[in-house]
């Protein structure tokens, strides 16, 4: 027999956390009832036990030492089996694991940032194979489930550099899964940050409507600045890409509001992000002449917060230029950002210039794009094996 569904993540809550840290059976028995609304005739009959032998236990009148009586509550109830005093060798190696990958999610996600997805796709993940098969087994502990979410939700962000558009909903998919376990977490600020990486992935695989409700949704838990300024920020790319006008010029006026306040933040909040998700909404919204005014005075080449942003810069005033007849200067853009995209790996940079391309009759510049692809799938990051 095994915990029921219904209270699979009970242990993930504050209450029940706290009754765990005692490590007393009594307390975290009582806690299970409460939580559950279980009699002491019903807890009886899901252990197998008298209900006046669970009101000993309850009491402390009654102990059980035995590893085999333990393991059984450990299973019926999904008790971190380390909890009652049982971990197993394999239990203690874990543990010990999870200490290793707190620093493996944190160096993933600087070589992100550093514009090295591939080498963070590829860090994280053996580490999200285990923690997988960990949940899958009924371990549901808080240590698991937080660096898990962590791990999936870094892994998805990764994912949506390196990933061919087509393929940017396993990306979605990824940063949904870090969602779904980051909803039965005690920390709003880790919700509010997962909901806007999960936002922005459902966006780069179309479902703009859904990403612009989940970003209102992290807007809803973000109360520092530089958190709502990130928010803003896709927010308003979210929107150019929908086509709502207002909303964008909004989020892009509140964002800006927001980084004189509090100054830039990371790789996303800061003003040169900012201005390339302007300039894309202008584009996305019908107002290529201003987008292309704007292209016209680039910022220097040093600028960019991250390698990636540099090349996702470059194409957006490419096509800006490209939407008034500019090609000559939108063919220059256009080689500098696949020379960089096809350095850093960024297959959906590189297709976003082949549909410009067409749409400009630029085919020696099509051509050009269409052979970095080519080539990224010879040597590209294998995905295909990686848990669903």
Same mark, same amino acid.
């Given at each position: 027999m095994t915990a029921t569904?219904?209270?699979?993540?009970?242990?993930?809550?504050?209450?029940?956390?706290?009754?765990l840290e005692t490590r007393q059976l009594a307390v975290i028995l009582r806690c299970y009832r409460k939580l559950t609304?279980?009699?002491?005739?019903?807890?009886?009959?899901l252990l197998g036990y008298d209900p006046s032998y669970v009101s000993l236990l309850e009491r402390c009148q009654r102990t059980i030492n035995d590893r085999?009586?333990?393991s059984h509550i450990s299973r019926v109830l999904g008790i971190p089996p380390h909890v009652l005093g049982i971990t197993s060798e394999e239990d203690a190696d874990f543990l010990a694991a999870l200490q290793f990958g707190e620093s493996t999610v944190r160096l993933a996600e600087i070589a992100r940032q550093a514009g090295r997805a591939?080498?963070?796709?590829?860090? @994280?993940?053996?580490?999200?194979?285990? *923690?997988? /098969? &960990?949940?899958?087994? =009924?371990?549901?502990?808080?240590?698991?489930v937080a660096l898990l979410a962590r791990a999936r939700a870094t892994l998805g962000t990764s994912l949506g550099h390196v @990933?061919?558009?087509?393929?940017?909903? *396993?990306? /979605? &998919?990824?940063?949904? =899964?870090?969602?779904r376990l980051a909803r039965h977490l005690d920390d709003g600020n880790f919700l509010g940050h997962v909901l806007r990486m999960h936002g922005n992935e459902l966006r780069k695989a179309g479902r703009t409507g859904a990403a612009i409700a989940r970003l209102a949704e992290a807007n809803q838990l973000s109360h520092e600045e530089r958190e709502r300024g990130q928010n803003f920020v896709l927010l308003a790319r979210a929107a150019g890409e929908h086509g709502d006008a207002g909303l964008h010029d909004e989020s892009v006026t509140?964002?800006?509001?927001?980084?004189?306040?509090?100054?830039?933040?990371?790789?996303?909040?800061?003003s040169f992000s900012l201005r390339e998700v302007r300039m894309r909404g202008l584009l996305?919204?019908?107002?290529?002449?201003?987008?292309?005014?704007?292209?016209?005075v680039r910022p220097g080449?040093?600028?960019?917060?991250?390698?990636?942003?540099?090349?996702?810069?470059a194409v957006t005033s490419a096509d800006a230029l490209s939407a008034v007849g500019d090609l000559t200067s939108a063919h220059t853009l256009y080689g500098e950002a696949l020379s960089l995209a096809a350095r850093l790996r960024l297959p959906h940079q590189i297709q976003r210039v082949v549909r410009s391309a067409r749409r400009s009759g630029l085919e020696e510049v099509r051509a050009d794009a269409l052979a970095c692809l080519h080539d990224l799938d010879q040597h590209g990051t294998k995905v295909g094996s990686l848990p669903g």
């Open positions: 569904p219904s209270v699979r993540w009970l242990w993930l809550l504050p209450e029940a956390r706290q009754a609304g279980l009699s002491q005739v019903a807890m009886g009959e085999q009586g333990l591939a080498e963070a796709v590829e860090e @994280l993940w053996p580490l999200v194979v285990r *923690l997988e /098969a &960990r949940l899958r087994e =009924g371990r549901v502990d808080y240590g698991t @990933l061919a558009e087509e393929r940017l909903y *396993l990306a /979605a &998919r990824w940063t949904g =899964g870090a969602l509140i964002a800006d509001a927001l980084m004189d306040a509090a100054g830039p933040s990371g790789i996303l909040f800061t996305g919204t019908g107002r290529a002449a201003a987008a292309a005014e704007m292209a016209q080449s040093g600028e960019a917060p991250a390698p990636q942003w540099a090349v996702i810069e």
